[in-house]
């Protein structure tokens, strides 16, 4: 069927003769004679003067002209009409997505006799409203940006925040404008480069193929869709008349960067695991090459054909020294007493009820557990000591040990990135183009505390990644007033993950009957830290899994000239689909937290007390889960959008942007209809209460036929160095999936084995094994659970009624014209995101639930499950319109364009993010069914003042610079240096605090997120840098917020300290780089680079332990890592480049 679809479509394509104009851009104009009166059908002609690429029209009636679909780059334009001079204009720089004004004046005369005017564009922004940055390609490889992404030019955005350090390779840790990463759309040379899943994932250009990248964030016009969060366009190079290239190798050893601030051991010191000290290598050759395609006596393509070929290889092999935590030597051997600090542990086998119903259990003499004691399987996984050996002090609290390993988290890293364009011009009314993007990753996971890979949760893993994008387009002039554009895109990715412990029979090999062999058994939750024993200390595991997802695009428009108004119309259509299976848990995952803790009297644990890790060698088994996969889920989605634009030049001096998009996207359905929902109506067929999964076989949601989402804009340019804009627009947001493999109940067949609520005994001895599962498969090909407790089934809620999200967004702004090289401006940017899709937990009872009523509230605690609305399921989440987000900023820039070797621009926001959560399909916090405002706060991304300065200058020395303008030795020596700096200055990210070991009661975590109260005004102490004067014992560093301004909220109650509340530390960090131009010959030239990140050796910091333990108060409010090489605000390090160019 998807074969079908695809060749449907590129019929359509090819009967379109078109070529999209995302990423493409406008040339518009008026022509007056000497008295200010319009000249009609004036002959325009423009020439990129690269290429020698022509485009042809005439000024109508009102003198007004307009040529669209131009790539970026250098062009000549020339005006000629009987009675008047020819006049030409050269040198114009056209940009990515502009819409450049060039009204000029003809001179009565013979079109014989000509006028030459060299001039530079105007800088400021005169005929669109939409608010953005542009960075030309060669700018951004001469800007020191680590590892060369270009999502990293966001980085250098008014109206960009991040959440944390961001990455470069992945813009999860963007926002624009103060929507979520997921909103942000991305186009490469005009088609869809996000992934089909959540929207982060994208495709990443090859730096130096890339001619141009223009960032939108407020008011975008109609025919941009699917970037309610803002648009990162990029346009590839094309190639030119003359052969271009480079080669280049850019890297560096261990000698070139720092270690981390924490790190005990400079690079080059030995230290554990590592006797030679780490190994740092970082290597990034990278070539392109571009010209016309030439066959000898075959084909000449000057003026015509042009290719474009661009490659880069990133090499990574790295350490960075670490602490962490392993089991004790002591607690291998049952004892758990921790010089007197550790959590009483009780034995597990001891547990029972008394005649008056009371439970006990009796604690184990001297906190020790006896050999004799250990279960086969835990004795045989301590045979096998898939654990490091503690090589450091460190220390303990009462759950174990704190620091007691120093490692070197080792990583090895392999990315490899083509880049191919092809242009073709077939006549002056008639071009093509072809575009090609190849992305790679592989690498070995970055071991940490385990040894052996078979039980390392993820680290153990391989998993390669592979995308690719094409784009097809080509564009057909009917007339000066009539153009018609299309484009057609694939994006497909792919990912996998192997597992070494697939079909090892590990069960067999540890003593567990009745258990599949296919993968390691897991001990305990994943998701728990690494480094504590609540994950065994990292050996829970994962299984194998293949995700394939891939994205056909198609969009055609016309556009039309009528007299003032340039009218464009058009359709776009995206087809999404991805393949996804899993295998999760078919040798089963045992669970024994609280096996060790004492009991109250109605069952459940004494806060404060039990070891996960004693529970595991005891062997008594709390909880076994089990799954097999009955089916791959196949989601598939189509978005059909239409779209209007007027672009009205009103006026000379007044510019109007109307638009009007239209979306319309399928409801949510995966092939052959496999798909589930929680019916809150519906019988359960294993219990006959209210409230079922059911499989309707089709869509689980209602199609939303309302989104309709206008843009209004104006420029008003009243003087000549002045221009006031402004916009609004409406843009709803793709839902495509919800959260992966949701709405897939029962066709993951699961078990769950544990006793029923309110018994604590355990279920099993890990050795004895569990009884066989057997799953009942229904014709329809799914499988009810299994199972006598409901806690563990789970079911996803749909709302039927979910619609599109919207975000509104709007600006203000003034530019000046200093001068011809200098522009100022000020902006207000603002958005407000509507009916954000958020997941929340339904089944919960209030906060409060028993608060009059003593004998309820402990019914209710005893046994919670069965108060739940629906006692026969453990979570049901509900997605809907939930959420909502605010985002106001003001923005001072000052740009320079390039004049006398200079280049810059610095700009300073202040700005305020406030949201309800800050990912879609998220929803921690407190339950709908108590008050979700509560959780409306700051974002995590909110930084709320933030500065950026980008320079780059050429020495002014040298052959034909103002000092020294001699070749020779002297030019060699002297002249061709340049260098180039950014410096980031920001405000930290909130801080939201949460605690553990209290000594109260409180309903399960499934009713709210558990928050400390506030006794005062929490905030970082004054002289927070001062960490103490041994900084590389985190027992040692002085915390930098005080844990007296929290304390325990009382029992059955959720703190009163809200989200995000205290402001991190914050963000400096400066990037420069210095480079020798060494002119070989007239058209080869070698450089000679070098790059500094953190260049002022100031360094930034993760946020500190935020968990309130007035048990462990030595753990709080401690910052004790700092972020990685690829990160913002990464550590120091220095490239060195050499490259030829030619």
Request: charged share 20%; glycine share 10%; proline share 6%.
């Amino acid at each position: 069927m998807f074969s079908r679809v695809r060749f449907s479509l590129l019929l359509s394509f090819c009967a379109s003769l078109a070529l999209g104009q995302i990423g493409t851009s406008t040339i518009t104009g008026r022509v007056t004679d000497a008295s200010g009166a319009v000249v009609p059908k004036v002959a325009v002609t423009l020439v990129n003067t690269n290429t020698n690429f022509q485009f042809s029209t005439v000024t109508n009636s009102d003198g007004l002209f307009r040529i669209q679909s131009l790539q970026p780059g250098p062009y000549r334009i020339s005006f000629e009409a009987t009675g008047f001079k020819r006049l030409t204009r050269d040198n114009i720089d056209l940009r990515v997505g502009d819409t450049l004004p060039i009204d000029v004046t003809l001179e009565v005369g013979s079109v014989t006799d000509s006028v030459e005017v060299v001039a530079k564009a105007q800088l400021l922004e005169t005929e669109t409203s939409a608010t953005g940055s542009v960075m030309e390609g060669e700018l951004l490889h001469k800007l020191p940006l680590y590892q060369r992404y270009i999502n990293s030019t966001l980085a250098l955005v008014p109206g960009m925040t991040t959440d944390g350090y961001a990455y470069g390779g992945c813009i999860c840790g963007y926002h624009l404008a103060g929507q979520r990463s997921g909103h942000l759309g991305i186009f490469e040379d005009g088609v869809v480069g996000n992934d089909q899943f959540d929207g982060t994932g994208t495709i990443k250009p090859v730096q130096n193929s890339v001619s141009e990248v223009k960032v939108l964030t407020t008011a975008l016009p109609a025919e941009y869709g699917h970037s309610a969060g803002g648009v990162i366009n990029v346009v590839k190079k094309t190639g030119t008349n003359e052969l271009h290239g480079l080669a280049s190798e850019f890297g560096r050893t261990r000698r070139m960067q720092h270690r981390l601030f924490f790190d005990k051991y400079r690079n080059s010191q030995p230290r554990a695991g590592s006797p030679d000290g780490q190994q740092v290598q970082f290597q990034l050759p990278e070539a392109n090459v571009g010209g016309p395609v030439v066959l000898p006596k075959l084909y000449n393509g000057r003026n015509k054909t042009f290719f474009f070929f661009g490659y880069q290889k990133l090499i990574e092999k790295k350490a960075a020294g670490q602490f962490g935590a392993v089991p004790t030597p002591d607690m291998k051997n049952g004892d758990f007493s921790f010089g007197g600090l550790g959590n009483q542990i009780f034995d597990p086998t001891t547990t029972r009820q008394l005649a008056n119903g009371n439970w006990v259990r009796d604690p184990f003499p001297g906190n020790i557990v006896p050999l004799s004691r250990f279960d086969p399987v835990a004795q045989k996984v301590l045979q096998l000591d898939p654990w490091k050996a503690p090589n450091n002090p460190g220390t303990v609290n009462s759950d174990g040990p704190v620091d007691n390993l120093l490692f070197d988290e080792k990583s090895r890293t392999f990315f490899e990135d083509y880049s191919g364009r092809i242009d073709q011009q077939f006549s002056t009314k008639f071009k093509v183009y072809w575009s090609y993007t190849y992305n790679h990753e592989s690498g070995l996971g970055r071991q940490r505390n385990v040894r052996l890979k078979d039980f390392d949760a993820f680290e153990g893993n391989l998993s390669p990644f592979t995308q690719q994008n094409y784009s097809l387009g080509k564009t057909y002039i009917f007339g000066p007033t009539m153009i018609n554009d299309a484009r057609l895109g694939f994006f497909r990715n792919r990912y996998d993950t192997f597992v070494p412990s697939y079909q090892k029979n590990y069960a067999q090999i540890l003593g567990i009957p009745n258990v599949s062999g296919d993968l390691l058994p897991s001990f305990a939750d994943n998701g728990a830290d690494k480094f504590s024993a609540d994950s065994l200390y990292g050996i829970p595991v994962s299984g194998p899994s293949r995700n394939i997802g891939e994205t056909l695009s198609l969009r055609d428009d016309l556009t039309k000239i009528q007299g003032a108004h340039a009218f464009k119309m058009g359709y776009e259509v995206l087809r999404h689909r991805l393949n996804a299976t899993v295998t999760g848990h078919p040798s089963g995952d045992f669970r024994f937290d609280g096996m060790t803790a004492g009991l109250q009297t109605d069952g459940n644990p004494v806060p404060g007390t039990g070891n996960t890790f004693a529970g595991f060698l005891v062997g008594s088994v709390r909880q076994a889960m089990f799954d097999e996969e009955l089916a791959s889920w196949l989601p598939r989605s189509w978005i059909q959008s239409f779209y209007f634009q007027d672009d009205w030049k009103f006026s000379p001096r007044l510019t109007l942007n109307l638009g009007l998009r239209y979306s319309n996207e399928s409801p949510f359905d995966t092939k052959y209809g496999k798909v589930s929902n929680f019916d809150p109506t519906a019988i359960d067929d294993l219990t006959g209460r209210t409230g079922a999964i059911v499989h309707p076989g089709t869509g689980v949601n209602h199609r939303y036929n309302k989104n309709f989402q206008p843009r209004v804009g104006v420029a008003w340019h009243p003087w000549l160095k002045w221009v006031f804009r402004g916009g609004f627009a409406l843009n709803t947001v793709d839902i495509k999936y919800p959260q992966f493999r949701a709405q897939f109940d029962e066709y993951v067949a699961n078990a769950n084995q544990q006793r029923p609520p309110g018994d604590p005994r355990p279920l099993y001895q890990i050795s004895h094994g569990p009884d066989p599962v057997a799953f009942n498969i229904r014709p329809n090909g799914t499988s009810p659970f299994l199972g006598s407790n409901y806690d563990a089934r789970s079911a996803d809620w749909y709302d039927r009624n979910l619609r599109n999200p919207y975000v509104l967004n709007w600006n203000l702004s003034t530019q000046y014209e200093i001068n011809a090289n200098l522009l100022l401006e000020l902006s207000y940017q603002a958005s407000t995101g509507v009916g954000l899709i958020e997941q929340w937990q339904a089944n919960a009872f209030p906060l409060d639930f028993g608060k009059n009523n003593p004998a309820l509230r402990a019914a209710v605690f005893a046994a919670p499950q069965n108060f739940r609305p629906y006692p026969q399921f453990g979570d049901v989440l509900i997605r809907s319109n939930f959420g909502h987000s605010t985002f106001h900023s003001g923005t001072l820039k000052l740009e320079k364009r390039y004049s006398r070797g200079v280049t810059f621009t610095t700009f300073y926001t202040f700005s305020k993010a406030v949201d309800s959560q800050d990912d879609d399909n998220s929803g921690s916090g407190v339950a709908p069914v108590q008050n979700r405002g509560l959780e409306k706060a700051r974002a995590i991304f909110d930084r709320n003042h933030r500065y950026i300065g980008v320079i780059t200058y050429e020495l002014p020395v040298g052959k034909g610079k103002r000092f020294l303008d001699r070749g020779g030795i002297w030019n060699h020596v002297f002249g061709g240096y340049e260098i180039a700096w950014i410096q980031t200055l920001e405000s930290g990210n909130p801080l939201t605090f949460g605690f553990r070991n209290s000594p109260y009661n409180y309903f399960p975590t499934y009713i709210g997120n558990r928050r400390p109260d506030l006794v005062g005004s929490p905030h970082l102490r004054d002289n927070w840098k001062d960490f103490g004067g041994d900084r590389f014992n985190s027992q040692n560093i002085n915390p930098i917020i005080d844990i007296n301004y929290f304390a325990y909220p009382a029992a059955f109650t959720p703190g009163n300290a809200g989200r995000n509340i205290v402001t991190g530390t914050p963000l400096r960090w400066a990037q420069g780089s210095a480079q020798k131009n060494f002119s070989i010959s007239e058209r080869f030239k070698l450089q000679l680079r070098w790059d500094f990140q953190n260049a002022l050796k100031t360094y930034n910091f993760n946020p500190p332990t935020t968990k309130v333990d007035f048990k462990n108060p030595r753990t709080f409010g401690k910052v004790n890592s700092d972020p990685r090489t690829a990160s913002l605000g990464g550590q120091p390090l220095m490239n060195l480049t050499l490259q030829l160019i030619w």
